[in-house]
């Protein structure tokens, strides 16, 4: 009796569900995000106040611009966790039916697709969701390589990047056909096909996998911390002062996200983060690249003697993945090098395949894609891939 009446409030709970975003104007969707977090601290009781505000970036999309002076290492963002999302709201939320079920019957937790699920749980709620203002000012699509078509993905012959979007491809097919049999069809009053179905799992995956961020003090679980996700990355002159947010209690028991600015940033200025990743990751999850990125590297394919295809990110500045090396010595040695467990023989074998991946980019040269980069007739997403290409060729050079 008390699953059916689950089931009755959850498909009440459902109707009136959409499946697309509102069709609010850019600049009416930011105005209204930021009164929600406005709304957000000021319901919950604490003395912080919103130290900086989403907008337009030129280039950049949307980006975070300081409502005050911020000075450097002085708190710029603070964000109630009660309206941060993450997994424990799923598992408290319309699923949690779902959630204990599948735990208790099956032994199966999981905190990624928790978090996924009530990401699109929200979503389908528009309006009547309490995250509406933030969920639908996230990107409607991702200008990163996976969307890419097979002639921008042809552009890019060469680079890793093209293997990693087919294996992607593959690979979120066969999860959400595993999540579909194990859950969705288990449960399909909790999980409307129209709403749990392949392209809006791809849509949700993503937009974890680029928008989610590690708290400290929160487990080690990832959370989506609206604002803090609006934060652009650029590189500081202290290329090791990365971005670092806390999850601390204050002194009224009102708990939240706390993250500290690395310079001095002049009120009305866009506030930034330094992301830490290299430019195939920044490329690949976030759809830009960092001029002289600090903590770059380039990633070369290299298959184990089981047959497992890896990729594998070297800098010359930085000791090589020890895995590589492992399946480098064992290609010299298969190949009769003269004492193949030398790194002499691991140099010599990289050597022969970054001469081979060098001929096959379909682009001619460095100096081109530099020049292709900086053509403003060109559509921007081919500025970026050659933007990527130089750099990536650059590094492959440089080992």
Known sequence: MKLCLCYFILLSLLIGYIQSYSDRP???????????????????????????????????????????????????????????????????????????????????????????????????????????????????????????NERELQMLQGSDIVEEVRKERSDLVNKYNGIKSFVFDNYPSYFPSDIFNMKNYIWATHAMNSRTIWVRNSDGKRALVPLLDFVNCKQFKDTKRLHTSFRRRESNGVEGVYTNSAEFVQRGHQVFENYGSSNNQNFYSHGFILPNN??????????????????????????????????????????????????????????????????????????????????????????????????????????
């Open 294 to 399: 600090a903590h770059n590297c380039v990633n070369i394919r290299l298959t184990s003697p089981n047959g497992r295809s890896q990729g594998y990110c070297f800098t010359k500045n930085k000791p090589f993945p020890q895995q590589a090396v492992d399946i480098l010595k064992n290609m010299a040695k298969s190949k009769g090098r003269h004492n193949p467990n030398h790194m002499n023989s691991v140099y010599l074998e990289l050597k022969d395949i970054i001469d081979t991946q060098l001929k096959i980019y379909k682009s001619s040269s460095i100096n081109y894609d530099i020049k292709r980069s900086k053509n403003a007739s060109l559509p921007s997403r081919e500025r970026l891939i050659h933007a990527f290409l130089a750099d990536e060729k650059q590094q492959l050079i440089e080992l």
């Open 26 to 148: 850019l600049s009416e969707r930011i105005k209204r995000f930021n009164n929600f977090i406005d709304q957000c601290i000021n319901d919950s009781g604490s003395h912080q106040k919103a130290k900086i505000r989403v907008d337009e970036a030129p280039g950049m999309g949307i980006g975070t611009f300081a409502v005050d002076d911020i000075p450097k290492e002085g708190l710029y963002m603070y964000m109630p966790w009660d309206c941060v999302m993450d997994d424990q709201k799923a598992v408290n939320s319309e699923l949690a039916f779902v959630f204990r079920d599948l735990k208790e019957k099956k032994g199966v937790s999981d905190d990624f697709h928790a978090l996924l699920f009530f990401l699109l749980s929200e979503r389908a709620k528009g309006d009547k969701s309490k995250f509406s203002p933030y969920i639908d000012l996230i990107p409607r699509e991702f200008d990163i390589p996976y969307y890419y």
